[in-house]
Protein backbone atom coordinates (compact mmCIF):
# COMPACT_ATOMS: atom_id res chain seq x y z
CA UNK A 1 0.00 0.00 0.00
CA UNK A 2 2.49 2.11 0.89
CA UNK A 3 4.13 1.64 -2.35
CA UNK A 4 1.32 2.69 -4.37
CA UNK A 5 1.15 5.56 -1.85
CA UNK A 6 4.27 7.07 -2.94
CA UNK A 7 3.36 6.25 -6.61
CA UNK A 8 0.92 8.71 -6.56
CA UNK A 9 2.50 11.48 -4.35
CA UNK A 10 4.87 10.98 -7.15
CA UNK A 11 2.04 11.78 -9.96
CA UNK A 12 0.88 14.69 -8.02
CA UNK A 13 4.23 16.21 -8.56
CA UNK A 14 4.29 15.24 -11.73
CA UNK A 15 0.91 17.48 -11.83
CA UNK A 16 2.15 20.34 -10.77
CA UNK A 17 5.80 20.09 -12.49
CA UNK A 18 4.57 19.40 -16.64
CA UNK A 19 1.06 21.38 -16.45
CA UNK A 20 -1.11 18.14 -17.06
CA UNK A 21 -4.98 19.64 -16.47
CA UNK A 22 -7.31 17.40 -14.85
CA UNK A 23 -11.16 17.60 -15.50
CA UNK A 24 -14.06 15.60 -14.10
CA UNK A 25 -17.37 15.52 -12.84
CA UNK A 26 -18.09 14.82 -9.69
CA UNK A 27 -20.78 12.28 -9.25
CA UNK A 28 -21.23 8.78 -7.06
CA UNK A 29 -21.82 6.32 -10.19
CA UNK A 30 -20.73 2.76 -9.84
CA UNK A 31 -18.51 2.74 -12.84
CA UNK A 32 -15.57 5.14 -12.70
CA UNK A 33 -13.85 5.79 -16.53
CA UNK A 34 -10.79 7.52 -16.90
CA UNK A 35 -9.32 9.36 -20.37
CA UNK A 36 -6.21 10.56 -21.06
CA UNK A 37 -5.76 13.16 -24.09
CA UNK A 38 -3.77 13.01 -27.04
CA UNK A 39 -1.25 16.06 -27.88
CA UNK A 40 -3.63 18.89 -28.63
CA UNK A 41 -5.66 18.34 -25.84
CA UNK A 42 -8.89 18.85 -25.53
CA UNK A 43 -10.55 21.57 -27.65
CA UNK A 44 -8.94 20.47 -30.99
CA UNK A 45 -12.29 20.29 -32.49
CA UNK A 46 -11.14 17.60 -34.44
CA UNK A 47 -9.53 13.88 -32.78
CA UNK A 48 -9.49 14.63 -29.09
CA UNK A 49 -12.88 16.24 -28.90
CA UNK A 50 -14.02 13.60 -30.50
CA UNK A 51 -13.05 11.44 -27.78
CA UNK A 52 -14.22 13.62 -25.42
CA UNK A 53 -17.80 13.89 -26.96
CA UNK A 54 -18.21 9.91 -26.59
CA UNK A 55 -17.48 10.34 -22.38
CA UNK A 56 -20.38 12.98 -22.99
CA UNK A 57 -22.38 10.63 -24.80
CA UNK A 58 -21.86 7.98 -21.92
CA UNK A 59 -22.44 10.70 -18.93
CA UNK A 60 -25.57 12.50 -20.49
CA UNK A 61 -26.68 10.26 -23.50
CA UNK A 62 -27.14 11.16 -26.87
CA UNK A 63 -29.79 10.93 -30.04
CA UNK A 64 -26.68 10.26 -32.00
CA UNK A 65 -26.58 7.17 -34.06
CA UNK A 66 -29.73 5.54 -32.42
CA UNK A 67 -30.36 6.33 -28.61
CA UNK A 68 -27.06 6.61 -26.72
CA UNK A 69 -28.27 5.29 -23.50
CA UNK A 70 -27.21 7.00 -20.24
CA UNK A 71 -24.49 5.18 -18.38
CA UNK A 72 -23.84 5.19 -14.99
CA UNK A 73 -20.55 6.35 -14.77
CA UNK A 74 -18.09 8.93 -13.68
CA UNK A 75 -15.47 10.36 -15.92
CA UNK A 76 -12.02 11.79 -15.43
CA UNK A 77 -9.82 13.24 -17.79
CA UNK A 78 -6.32 14.48 -18.09
CA UNK A 79 -4.69 16.66 -20.54
CA UNK A 80 -0.83 15.73 -20.95
CA UNK A 81 2.39 17.74 -20.36
CA UNK A 82 4.07 19.39 -23.17
CA UNK A 83 4.62 16.77 -26.41
CA UNK A 84 2.39 14.79 -24.48
CA UNK A 85 4.69 14.62 -20.94
CA UNK A 86 3.59 12.37 -18.42
CA UNK A 87 1.58 10.20 -20.64
CA UNK A 88 1.59 6.52 -18.95
CA UNK A 89 1.98 8.44 -15.25
CA UNK A 90 -1.45 10.06 -15.93
CA UNK A 91 -2.84 6.27 -17.00
CA UNK A 92 -0.66 4.56 -13.95
CA UNK A 93 -2.36 7.15 -11.15
CA UNK A 94 -6.40 6.07 -12.67
CA UNK A 95 -4.88 2.15 -12.59
CA UNK A 96 -4.28 2.76 -8.54
CA UNK A 97 -7.10 4.48 -8.23
CA UNK A 98 -8.92 0.94 -9.06
CA UNK A 99 -10.71 2.87 -12.16
CA UNK A 100 -12.94 0.35 -13.81
CA UNK A 101 -11.56 1.73 -17.54
CA UNK A 102 -9.04 3.78 -18.68
CA UNK A 103 -8.68 5.16 -21.96
CA UNK A 104 -5.11 6.57 -24.15
CA UNK A 105 -6.28 8.60 -27.04
CA UNK A 106 -3.45 8.15 -29.44
CA UNK A 107 -0.99 5.27 -30.94
CA UNK A 108 1.54 7.15 -28.97
CA UNK A 109 -0.73 5.32 -25.74
CA UNK A 110 0.28 1.80 -27.30
CA UNK A 111 3.17 0.94 -25.76
CA UNK A 112 2.31 1.98 -22.04
CA UNK A 113 -1.06 0.59 -22.24
CA UNK A 114 0.26 -2.57 -23.12
CA UNK A 115 2.83 -2.75 -20.05
CA UNK A 116 0.08 -0.98 -17.20
CA UNK A 117 -2.41 -3.64 -18.47
CA UNK A 118 0.34 -6.25 -17.59
CA UNK A 119 0.70 -4.51 -14.46
CA UNK A 120 -2.56 -4.31 -13.31
CA UNK A 121 -4.97 -7.28 -14.50
CA UNK A 122 -8.66 -6.33 -13.03
CA UNK A 123 -8.63 -2.57 -14.68
CA UNK A 124 -9.55 -2.89 -17.89
CA UNK A 125 -7.84 -0.69 -21.07
CA UNK A 126 -8.44 0.76 -24.53
CA UNK A 127 -6.30 2.92 -26.64
CA UNK A 128 -7.85 4.56 -29.60
CA UNK A 129 -5.88 3.70 -32.63
CA UNK A 130 -3.83 0.90 -31.10
CA UNK A 131 -0.42 -0.13 -32.43
CA UNK A 132 -0.61 -3.67 -31.63
CA UNK A 133 2.98 -5.03 -29.95
CA UNK A 134 5.06 -7.09 -32.92
CA UNK A 135 6.54 -9.54 -30.04
CA UNK A 136 3.65 -10.36 -27.73
CA UNK A 137 -0.42 -10.97 -27.77
CA UNK A 138 -2.28 -7.97 -26.60
CA UNK A 139 -3.40 -8.27 -23.34
CA UNK A 140 -6.74 -9.62 -22.33
CA UNK A 141 -8.08 -6.35 -20.51
CA UNK A 142 -7.09 -4.31 -23.14
CA UNK A 143 -8.94 -3.40 -26.23
CA UNK A 144 -7.44 -1.37 -29.47
CA UNK A 145 -10.04 0.73 -31.13
CA UNK A 146 -8.88 1.48 -34.71
CA UNK A 147 -10.24 2.60 -37.90
CA UNK A 148 -9.73 2.50 -41.81
CA UNK A 149 -8.49 5.77 -42.16
CA UNK A 150 -7.09 5.23 -45.53
CA UNK A 151 -11.43 4.29 -46.54
CA UNK A 152 -12.66 7.93 -45.61
CA UNK A 153 -9.17 9.56 -46.89
CA UNK A 154 -10.06 7.98 -50.20
CA UNK A 155 -13.38 9.35 -50.33
CA UNK A 156 -12.23 13.16 -49.74
CA UNK A 157 -9.69 12.68 -52.07
CA UNK A 158 -12.05 11.44 -54.53
CA UNK A 159 -14.45 15.23 -53.67
CA UNK A 160 -11.00 16.90 -54.11
CA UNK A 161 -9.93 15.50 -57.30
CA UNK A 162 -13.69 16.75 -57.90
CA UNK A 163 -13.12 19.68 -57.17
CA UNK A 164 -9.94 21.02 -58.28
CA UNK A 165 -9.98 23.88 -60.91
CA UNK A 166 -5.98 23.68 -60.79
CA UNK A 167 -5.18 20.24 -61.17
CA UNK A 168 -3.02 20.46 -57.92
CA UNK A 169 -4.28 19.38 -54.71
CA UNK A 170 -1.94 18.59 -51.01
CA UNK A 171 -1.64 16.66 -48.13
CA UNK A 172 -0.48 17.99 -44.43
CA UNK A 173 0.06 15.22 -41.89
CA UNK A 174 0.46 16.09 -38.51
CA UNK A 175 3.50 13.52 -37.15
CA UNK A 176 5.39 11.74 -39.71
CA UNK A 177 3.86 7.92 -38.77
CA UNK A 178 2.82 4.87 -40.29
CA UNK A 179 -0.52 5.97 -38.99
CA UNK A 180 -0.62 9.44 -40.97
CA UNK A 181 0.55 7.83 -44.10
CA UNK A 182 -2.56 5.70 -44.17
CA UNK A 183 -4.69 9.11 -44.22
CA UNK A 184 -2.00 10.14 -47.43
CA UNK A 185 -2.44 6.66 -49.26
CA UNK A 186 -6.25 7.07 -48.95
CA UNK A 187 -5.90 10.50 -50.06
CA UNK A 188 -3.52 9.93 -53.33
CA UNK A 189 -5.53 6.83 -53.59
CA UNK A 190 -8.98 8.63 -54.23
CA UNK A 191 -7.50 11.63 -56.34
CA UNK A 192 -5.93 9.46 -59.06
CA UNK A 193 -8.63 6.68 -59.02
CA UNK A 194 -10.94 10.36 -60.30
CA UNK A 195 -8.43 11.67 -62.26
CA UNK A 196 -4.35 9.95 -62.82
CA UNK A 197 -3.05 13.39 -64.08
CA UNK A 198 -3.65 15.30 -60.96
CA UNK A 199 -0.64 16.44 -58.41
CA UNK A 200 -0.58 15.49 -55.09
CA UNK A 201 1.57 17.56 -52.93
CA UNK A 202 3.00 16.43 -49.17
CA UNK A 203 3.76 17.57 -46.28
CA UNK A 204 4.09 16.98 -42.64
CA UNK A 205 4.58 19.02 -39.31
CA UNK A 206 7.06 17.12 -37.82
CA UNK A 207 8.32 13.71 -36.42
CA UNK A 208 7.17 13.58 -32.79
CA UNK A 209 3.87 13.65 -31.02
CA UNK A 210 3.94 17.92 -30.90
CA UNK A 211 3.58 18.25 -34.45
CA UNK A 212 -0.15 17.63 -33.66
CA UNK A 213 -0.04 20.97 -31.77
CA UNK A 214 1.47 23.28 -34.31
CA UNK A 215 -1.02 25.24 -35.78
CA UNK A 216 1.58 27.66 -36.79
CA UNK A 217 3.50 24.96 -38.82
CA UNK A 218 0.44 23.98 -40.16
CA UNK A 219 -0.85 27.30 -41.82
CA UNK A 220 2.98 27.58 -43.43
CA UNK A 221 3.16 24.35 -45.12
CA UNK A 222 -0.41 25.00 -46.61
CA UNK A 223 0.55 28.08 -47.67
CA UNK A 224 3.90 26.93 -49.19
CA UNK A 225 1.25 24.74 -51.27
CA UNK A 226 -1.34 27.19 -51.99
CA UNK A 227 1.68 29.31 -53.82
CA UNK A 228 2.85 25.84 -55.85
CA UNK A 229 -1.10 25.61 -57.29
CA UNK A 230 -2.90 23.78 -54.91
CA UNK A 231 -6.77 24.66 -54.22
CA UNK A 232 -7.57 22.16 -51.93
CA UNK A 233 -5.47 20.58 -49.24
CA UNK A 234 -6.72 17.94 -46.73
CA UNK A 235 -4.96 17.58 -43.32
CA UNK A 236 -4.67 14.89 -40.73
CA UNK A 237 -2.86 17.28 -38.00
CA UNK A 238 -5.15 17.47 -34.96
CA UNK A 239 -4.66 21.12 -33.62
CA UNK A 240 -2.29 21.54 -36.58
CA UNK A 241 -4.58 21.52 -38.95
CA UNK A 242 -6.49 24.57 -37.55
CA UNK A 243 -3.75 26.44 -39.45
CA UNK A 244 -4.36 24.54 -42.68
CA UNK A 245 -8.04 25.24 -42.67
CA UNK A 246 -7.60 29.41 -41.23
CA UNK A 247 -4.73 29.70 -44.52
CA UNK A 248 -7.35 28.54 -47.55
CA UNK A 249 -10.32 31.27 -45.91
CA UNK A 250 -7.02 33.76 -46.22
CA UNK A 251 -6.75 32.02 -49.81
CA UNK A 252 -10.13 31.69 -51.04
CA UNK A 253 -9.41 28.74 -51.58
CA UNK A 254 -10.51 24.90 -49.97
CA UNK A 255 -9.34 22.70 -46.75
CA UNK A 256 -10.26 19.21 -45.88
CA UNK A 257 -11.36 18.64 -42.35
CA UNK A 258 -10.50 15.23 -40.39
CA UNK A 259 -12.10 13.15 -37.59
CA UNK A 260 -14.42 15.14 -36.31
CA UNK A 261 -16.89 17.78 -38.76
CA UNK A 262 -14.77 20.67 -39.08
CA UNK A 263 -17.16 22.11 -41.83
CA UNK A 264 -18.02 24.65 -39.58
CA UNK A 265 -14.75 26.31 -38.70
CA UNK A 266 -14.49 28.32 -42.45
CA UNK A 267 -17.90 28.36 -44.14
CA UNK A 268 -17.00 28.28 -47.56
CA UNK A 269 -13.66 27.02 -47.06
CA UNK A 270 -13.74 23.33 -46.10
CA UNK A 271 -15.00 21.24 -49.06
CA UNK A 272 -15.82 18.13 -46.50
CA UNK A 273 -14.53 16.61 -43.46
CA UNK A 274 -13.51 12.66 -43.24
CA UNK A 275 -15.02 11.60 -40.16
CA UNK A 276 -13.77 9.11 -37.72
CA UNK A 277 -15.98 8.00 -35.43
CA UNK A 278 -13.87 7.80 -31.92
CA UNK A 279 -16.70 8.95 -30.37
CA UNK A 280 -18.62 6.36 -31.06
CA UNK A 281 -15.78 3.42 -30.04
CA UNK A 282 -15.22 5.27 -27.11
CA UNK A 283 -18.96 4.83 -25.84
CA UNK A 284 -19.33 1.44 -26.92
CA UNK A 285 -16.19 0.61 -24.78
CA UNK A 286 -17.71 2.64 -22.14
CA UNK A 287 -21.38 0.44 -22.52
CA UNK A 288 -19.21 -2.90 -22.65
CA UNK A 289 -17.74 -2.35 -19.18
CA UNK A 290 -21.06 -1.19 -17.93
CA UNK A 291 -23.13 -3.89 -18.65
CA UNK A 292 -20.14 -6.41 -18.05
CA UNK A 293 -19.24 -7.34 -22.24
CA UNK A 294 -16.08 -5.98 -22.19
CA UNK A 295 -13.47 -8.09 -24.14
CA UNK A 296 -9.77 -7.35 -24.54
CA UNK A 297 -7.07 -9.33 -26.03
CA UNK A 298 -8.01 -7.64 -29.23
CA UNK A 299 -7.63 -4.55 -32.28
CA UNK A 300 -11.41 -4.03 -33.23
CA UNK A 301 -11.28 -2.17 -36.76
CA UNK A 302 -13.97 0.36 -37.64
CA UNK A 303 -14.67 1.07 -41.69
CA UNK A 304 -16.75 2.94 -43.80
CA UNK A 305 -19.33 -0.27 -43.46
CA UNK A 306 -20.73 0.45 -39.79
CA UNK A 307 -20.30 4.40 -40.39
CA UNK A 308 -16.56 4.18 -38.26
CA UNK A 309 -15.33 6.43 -41.16
CA UNK A 310 -17.19 8.73 -43.54
CA UNK A 311 -17.34 12.05 -44.76
CA UNK A 312 -19.50 14.91 -43.70
CA UNK A 313 -22.18 16.48 -45.35
CA UNK A 314 -24.55 19.22 -43.40
CA UNK A 315 -25.94 22.90 -44.06
CA UNK A 316 -21.72 24.28 -44.39
CA UNK A 317 -20.98 22.28 -48.16
CA UNK A 318 -24.03 21.17 -49.21
CA UNK A 319 -26.61 24.73 -48.10
CA UNK A 320 -28.85 23.92 -50.70
CA UNK A 321 -29.89 20.74 -48.48
CA UNK A 322 -30.43 22.31 -45.16
CA UNK A 323 -32.87 25.30 -46.19
CA UNK A 324 -34.41 25.07 -42.32
CA UNK A 325 -31.23 25.34 -40.79
CA UNK A 326 -29.91 27.67 -42.80
CA UNK A 327 -32.51 30.21 -41.80
CA UNK A 328 -32.26 29.33 -38.17
CA UNK A 329 -28.17 30.12 -38.25
CA UNK A 330 -28.92 33.52 -39.95
CA UNK A 331 -31.32 34.52 -37.17
CA UNK A 332 -29.58 33.35 -34.32
CA UNK A 333 -26.27 32.18 -34.88
CA UNK A 334 -26.78 28.66 -33.89
CA UNK A 335 -27.45 25.63 -35.35
CA UNK A 336 -26.96 22.07 -34.55
CA UNK A 337 -24.94 19.51 -36.38
CA UNK A 338 -24.66 15.87 -36.31
CA UNK A 339 -21.94 14.37 -33.70
CA UNK A 340 -21.11 17.99 -32.23
CA UNK A 341 -24.10 19.36 -30.89
CA UNK A 342 -25.22 23.00 -31.02
CA UNK A 343 -22.72 25.55 -32.04
CA UNK A 344 -22.89 28.92 -32.07
CA UNK A 345 -20.75 31.44 -34.47
CA UNK A 346 -20.07 35.30 -34.86
CA UNK A 347 -22.24 37.30 -37.65
CA UNK A 348 -19.14 37.33 -40.10
CA UNK A 349 -18.82 33.59 -40.19
CA UNK A 350 -22.55 33.49 -40.77
CA UNK A 351 -22.31 36.20 -43.24
CA UNK A 352 -19.47 33.73 -45.36
CA UNK A 353 -22.21 30.82 -45.57
CA UNK A 354 -21.49 29.83 -49.27
CA UNK A 355 -24.64 30.49 -51.40
CA UNK A 356 -24.72 26.87 -53.36
CA UNK A 357 -23.83 23.89 -52.81
CA UNK A 358 -19.38 23.11 -52.52
CA UNK A 359 -20.33 19.41 -52.35
CA UNK A 360 -22.64 19.39 -55.78
CA UNK A 361 -25.51 16.51 -56.23
CA UNK A 362 -23.51 14.78 -58.95
CA UNK A 363 -20.08 14.96 -56.65
CA UNK A 364 -21.99 13.79 -53.69
CA UNK A 365 -23.64 10.56 -56.00
CA UNK A 366 -19.90 9.26 -57.07
CA UNK A 367 -18.79 9.17 -53.74
CA UNK A 368 -21.55 7.24 -52.70
CA UNK A 369 -21.32 4.90 -55.16
CA UNK A 370 -17.40 4.95 -54.60
CA UNK A 371 -18.21 4.12 -50.97
CA UNK A 372 -20.79 1.26 -51.54
CA UNK A 373 -18.04 -0.42 -53.90
CA UNK A 374 -15.35 -0.40 -50.95
CA UNK A 375 -17.79 -1.68 -49.09
CA UNK A 376 -18.47 -4.31 -51.47
CA UNK A 377 -14.67 -5.32 -51.49
CA UNK A 378 -15.06 -4.68 -55.17
CA UNK A 379 -12.32 -1.61 -54.33
CA UNK A 380 -9.12 -2.52 -51.94
CA UNK A 381 -7.30 0.74 -50.82
CA UNK A 382 -3.86 0.30 -50.11
CA UNK A 383 -2.47 2.12 -46.49
CA UNK A 384 0.88 3.49 -47.53
CA UNK A 385 2.11 5.66 -50.05
CA UNK A 386 4.18 3.58 -51.22
CA UNK A 387 2.06 1.29 -52.49
CA UNK A 388 -0.46 3.97 -54.49
CA UNK A 389 0.46 5.55 -57.80
CA UNK A 390 -1.68 7.14 -60.58
CA UNK A 391 -1.34 4.25 -62.88
CA UNK A 392 -3.10 1.89 -60.15
CA UNK A 393 -4.64 3.71 -57.45
CA UNK A 394 -6.56 1.08 -55.99
CA UNK A 395 -6.03 -2.59 -55.58
Request: with cysteine; charged share 25%.
Amino acid sequence: MRGKLSCFVVFLSLVLLTGFVLGGFAAEEEYKIGLVFDVGGKGDKSFNDSAARGLEWAKDGSEEFGKFETLPVSVTTIEPGSGGAGREDAMRMMAIQGFDLVIGVGFLFSDSAVALAEEFPSVSFAVVDFAPPQDKEIPSNLRGLSFAEQQGSFLVGAAAAMKTKRGTVGFIGGMSSPLIKKFEAGFRSGVWFIDPEIEVLSNYVGTTGAAFANPSKGKELAKAQFDKGADVIYHAAGLSGAGVIAAAAERGRYAIGVDSDQNYLEPGHVLTSMLKRVDVAVYKTVRDVVNGEFTGGKNLHYGLEGNGVDYARDLFNQVEEFPEQVQRLKETGKVSLPGLGQIQLPPKKVDELPEGNLLTEGMVKELENLKGKIIGDEITIPTTPKNVSPKEPVK
